[in-house]
């Protein structure tokens, strides 16, 4: 629990009001986009460290969990981008969550959802995990409606390949 | 595709759903944007020194050389009323305090509450002093207990209330202070629904936020909020002013509520005066041997 015994300005209260309530509600949406627990803490951290910097103007917004969204799907493009450019090989792929094995069907998910680019990965989560109309998720990622209908589009022809391989567990 | 639609959504709750809670870094983020917010001032203020020098070989510059703002320091625009607000009521959150609450209406001063309470072990007193008996009541880790002690001494055990509780009984109702203020007697509808008179800290800030209240800043510092409601039985108002602390937390709650041309209670007016003071303050609160369990 966040020690609030040291007196905090006006600005720093309410942004650390926010984080308790935000931290909970994004870190999953981080995984997701990650692929990674200790990624995803590491990018929420990052992107509430770069909301903190703007609070003053920020904090008149009226959706800042929109905005914390937002900028999760971007800064995580951005890592990939930059990760991928120090890289020699073409392509680094993210790391997947460990398995515990349990759950063959998710794990099969996790792998075909980390083969995916990092726009299409946020797509397919905003979608279909925060259950994002098509509009929402173009006001989230900043592009145009129809280019979400063609990022989905592809994610899901390259997801179904993946899923409907026989050795995908979860095509029953 | 409908298929592969639904296995998705299925499928992504399935990954994420076992992820374990936890909790905020709130400290280091905090000393990360300050951090952050420092280095961007100096890089402005560097920037800001190029310009003059450039413009002093030229033109007569005035410049102001921007200050490295300290951390936690308020900008050059002020925060506002609201801000100030939310600021206070995010500051008192989840900290343990003593509590005094004061109540009064037409008919002179009613009843006087005195307690404490912990909102992280949902555990606190409260004490009542009214009509020459005590009514004490004991939240022990969510499970609620109360007691009247009658004048000559006698006593009728601890009765345990049934299920868990959060809070002080004080805090169940948003009305409560309203009825008891008002002579005790149950309130009729149009009373209840005039404006959800609650002192509860965080009760209060939901109420004055969603219902749009109106807060300027006094000339002591402390904050007013007014909100006012209009029905066929007529017009309604719930006031205050909310006085910080040395720490910017909730110092003290005072609190009016008026009402008029309502059928049976023509007008009315109560007050009460919620004190919050040692936050932070151990609460522990020993279990009574003395139960009579709930029915």
Redesign the interface.
């Known amino acids: 629990m966040t020690d609030y015994t040291k007196p905090l300005s006006a600005a720093d209260a309410s942004y650390v009001a926010f984080v308790e309530a935000a931290w909970q509600r994004h870190i999953r949406l981080a995984v997701l986009l990650t692929g990674d627990r200790l990624r995803a803490e590491e990018l929420l951290q990052d992107s509430l460290v770069k909301m903190y910097e703007r609070w003053r103007k920020l904090s008149r917004l009226d959706d800042l969990h929109a905005y914390l969204r937002r900028s999760l799907v971007n800064n995580h493009t951005s890592v990939w981008r930059r990760r991928r450019r120090e890289s020699l090989v073409a392509e680094i792929p993210d790391r997947a969550m460990p398995s515990d094995g349990t759950d063959e069907d998710a794990d099969a998910l996790r792998r075909a959802l980390l083969s995916l680019p990092p726009k299409q990965r946020a797509v397919v989560v905003l979608r279909h995990y925060e259950d994002l109309s098509e509009r929402a998720v173009a006001q989230a990622l900043g592009c145009s409606v129809g280019t979400v209908k063609s990022q989905h589009s592809r994610a899901l022809e390259k997801l179904r390949r993946i899923v409907e391989q026989p050795s995908y567990t979860g095509n029953r | ?1 409908h298929n ?2 639904e ?3 299925h ?6 759903d076992g ?1 374990a ?10 000393e ?3 951090r ?2 420092r280095r ?1 001032v100096s890089a402005l203020a560097g920037s800001t020194l190029a310009v003059v020098a450039l413009g002093a070989l030229g033109i007569a510059a005035v410049a102001q050389p921007t200050r490295d703002v300290p951390a ?4 050059a ?1 002020a ?1 506002s009323p609201e ?2 607000l ?10 343990s305090y003593r509590l005094r609450l004061t109540t009064a209406s037409r008919a002179g001063a009613g009843p006087t509450y005195e307690g404490a309470f912990d909102p ?1 072990t949902d555990t606190g007193y409260l004490a009542l002093a009214q009509n020459a008996s005590v009514r004490t009541e004991l939240l022990i880790n969510g499970t609620r207990y109360t007691i009247v002690d009658r004048p000559k001494g006698e006593k009728y055990g601890y009765r345990q209330q049934y299920g868990r509780h959060d809070r002080l009984s004080l805090y169940d109702s948003p009305m409560a202070v309203v009825a008891l203020a008002a002579g005790g007697g149950e309130l009729p509808a149009e009373v209840a629904r005039m404006g959800s008179a609650s002192p509860d800290p965080a009760a209060l800030y939901e109420i004055l936020r969603k219902a749009n209240a109106t807060i300027t800043e006094n000339g002591d510092g402390s904050l007013h909020f007014v909100l006012s409601t209009q029905d066929q039985g007529g017009s309604n108002g719930l006031s205050g002013d909310i006085t910080r602390d ?3 937390r909730i110092g003290k709650v005072t609190l009016t509520s008026n009402w008029s041309s309502m059928p049976k209670i023509p007008t009315g007016t109560m007050s009460a005066t919620l004190e919050l003071f040692d ?2 303050v151990d609460v522990k609160v020993e279990r009574p041997t003395d139960i009579v369990p709930s029915k």
């Open positions: 595709m592969l639609d296995r998705l959504a499928g992504l709750h399935r990954i994420v992820e809670d936890s909790i905020p870094p709130t400290g280091k983020l905090l990360r944007g300050r952050g917010r961007r936690g320091a308020s900008s625009q925060p801000l100030k939310a600021s206070a009521f995010a500051t008192s959150k989840d900290l992280r040395a720490d910017g936050y932070g």
